[in-house]
C-alpha cells in the first residue's frame, strides 16, 4: 500500500483512500473552501480518492491573507500539492476554481507532471473576455447585491452583517484573482476536459462552455445541466455521474 503524502495545509482529505487508482483534486469557487467538498467522496467509486483544496483566506487558514496573483497563486498551489501528484490524478474546479486548474496544469507540464483529465465547470473558456463589469471594485452594497443575484450564498448569510464583516474581504480577494486574470497562450492541454455548464447560468453561455474545446489536443465533452450558475448544487448526482463516465471508473455510489 501506497504511503500517505506529507500533510499540507493546501489539502484537506475527510476520507482518505490509500488504495485508491485516482486522486480527484478539487478547487473551489469565490469565497468557497475545502468543504465544498467534503460529501463528494460517498458518492463516487473507492478508486477515487477526493483532495480537496484549502485556499488561504477561509475555513482552516482564514488568518492568512488571499492571495490575488494567478501566476503567485498556481506556483504556491503547485509546491502545496507535490506530495499528492505520485499517483494519476484529475483537477476538478468550478468557476474560479476552473481557472485556476487549467493554469495550475500550465504550471505543472513545466515540470513533466499532468493530469489525466480537467473538469472545468461553470466557466468561460480562458481564453473568452467576460461579459459583464468588474465586481472587486464594487462598493460594499452593490457588490452583495451581485453575490445575491448569482447565487450560491444563502440570502440569510448575506444578510448577516458579521459573516460579511468575516467573508467579504476574502469573496472580493478572489474576484480580484478571476477578473484581473489574463490569459496568455501557449499550447493547448495535453489531458482531455469536460466542461460544464447550467442551462440558466447568466454568467456563463452554453458556447463559453464549448470554447474549452480548443485547450485541448485529446477529448473534448461539454454537458449542459438544468440550473444556474450553482447547478453543481442542484445537479450534483449528474455532475458526479458524468465525471465518472467521463474518467471511465465505475458507476457512481449512493442514491
Known amino acids: 500500500m501506497a504511503q500517505p503524502p506529507v500533510r499540507s495545509s493546501w489539502v484537506q482529505v475527510s476520507r482518505p483512500r490509500p488504495a485508491a487508482r485516482l486522486r480527484l483534486i478539487c478547487l473551489p469557487p469565490a469565497g468557497g473552501g475545502a468543504s465544498r467538498y467534503r460529501g463528494w467522496p460517498a458518492h463516487l467509486p473507492d478508486e477515487v480518492e477526493v483532495v480537496p483544496v484549502q485556499l488561504p483566506g477561509r475555513e482552516s487558514r482564514f488568518n492568512e ?7 503567485q497563486l498556481v506556483s ?15 483537477l476538478f474546479g468550478h468557476s474560479m476554481g476552473a481557472l485556476i486548474a487549467f493554469e495550475l496544469i500550465r504550471r505543472l507540464r513545466c515540470s513533466g507532471v499532468a493530469p489525466v483529465h480537467l473538469f472545468a465547470s461553470g466557466c468561460r473558456a480562458p481564453h473568452l473576455p467576460s461579459r459583464s463589469p468588474d465586481w472587486h471594485t464594487l462598493p460594499d452594497p452593490e457588490f452583495i ?18 459573516f460579511l464583516d468575516v467573508m467579504l474581504p476574502t469573496l472580493r480577494s478572489d474576484c480580484t484573482l478571476s477578473e484581473t486574470y489574463v490569459y496568455r497562450p501557449q499550447p493547448p492541454l495535453n489531458c482531455p476536459i469536460s466542461a460544464f455548464g447550467g442551462l440558466r447560468d447568466d454568467e456563463v453561455y452554453p458556447e463559453d462552455v464549448q470554447g474549452w474545446s480548443s485547450h485541448t489536443t485529446t477529448a473534448f465533452r461539454a454537458h449542459m445541466l438544468p440550473g444556474d450558475h450553482f447547478f453543481i448544487n442542484s445537479a450534483l448526482p449528474d455532475v458526479l455521474r458524468l465525471m465518472v463516465a467521463d474518467l471511465g471508473l465505475a458507476t457512481v455510489c449512493g442514491p
Do not use: T, V
Open 65 to 71: 491573507s488571499p492571495i490575488e496573483s494567478m501566476e
Open 76 to 90: 504556491r498551489l503547485a509546491d502545496g500539492l507535490a506530495g499528492y501528484l505520485s499517483r494519476p490524478f484529475a
Open 145 to 162: 447585491a451581485k453575490l445575491e443575484a448569482m447565487g450560491g450564498i444563502p440570502a440569510e448569510l448575506l444578510a448577516d452583517r458579521q
